[in-house]
């Protein structure tokens, strides 16, 4: 039992080594034929076999043969140079190592009149390892750049502040407290704002609501520019009255 153990790495070391070696030997293959006498035929008469395969032909006891490479017609045969074993007995063999793909007919001198053909199939080698086609990197679609959705311009149209002091005399002077739920008609709207004194133009109700949001907060501010045209109008018209007094 001790030699055994002993020996048992190296016998798989050796049974890795045929393994390995296992297809140099396979792509160099050798094919058998035999010539036979009754009937006169070369079996297999079809071979088919790869570059670099070797086929051997035995002569089967009976008469001798040749291996020619070459064709058979009513003309008779017609070697083509390829290869030719000249006449050989039983139990001679002839080989030949094929190079070339293609088709190679042949036949036996002696008695390729009695059909004692055959053809020899040669493939080309098969790549080993088929080396993968290099996969083009995936081309990333560009993607579109996401395009703002356009942002809708409210253009506030700027009061006509040009001129504020005629307003002031005018609103001070028109009772505009009259109408203090009047419907808030733009011509109203601009008056009020005109008639807004300076302070009141930069007062968060003049521009923020009108800029940030739509209709809605358009007219808040007009009804808040509306209650601060009111209310400098109220305190202008007490300092007049005070200076009427005075
Ligand atoms: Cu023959």
Redesign the pocket.
């Known amino acids: 039992m001790g030699p055994s153990a002993l020996l048992r790495p190296f016998a798989i070391v050796v049974l890795l080594g045929v393994t390995e070696l296992a297809p140099a030997i396979v792509r160099g293959a050798t094919h058998q034929v035999t010539?036979q006498?009754s009937p006169?035929v070369f079996a297999p008469s079809q071979l088919t076999v790869t570059v670099g395969d070797t086929v051997t032909w035995t002569m089967a006891p009976g008469?001798?043969?040749?291996v020619t490479s070459g064709t058979y017609n009513a003309s008779g045969v017609h070697p083509d140079g390829l290869f030719d074993s000249n006449t050989l007995v039983a139990g001679q063999t002839f080989s030949y190592t094929f190079t070339v793909a293609g088709e190679i007919p042949y036949v036996?001198?002696?008695?390729?009149d009695?059909g004692?053909v055959g053809r020899v199939v040669v493939q080309a080698a098969a790549t080993p390892q088929p080396t993968p086609a290099p996969t083009s990197p995936p081309t990333s679609t560009p993607t579109k750049p996401p395009t703002a959705p356009p942002t809708p311009v409210l253009t506030v149209t700027a009061s006509p502040s040009s001129n504020p002091t005629p307003a002031a005399t005018e609103s001070s002077g028109d009772p505009p407290s009259t109408s203090p739920t009047g419907v808030p008609s733009p011509t109203s709207a601009a008056v009020a704002s005109s008639g807004s004194s300076p302070e009141g133009t930069h007062s968060p109700a003049g521009g923020e609501p009108g800029v940030s949001a739509g209709g809605g907060g358009l007219a808040l501010a007009i009804a808040m520019l509306i209650a601060v045209a009111l209310a400098v109008g109220v305190v202008v018209r007490m300092i007049l009255a005070k200076r009427r007094r005075a």
């Open positions: 010539a006498s006169y008469d001798p043969h040749t036996c001198e002696i008695h390729a009695s004692m």
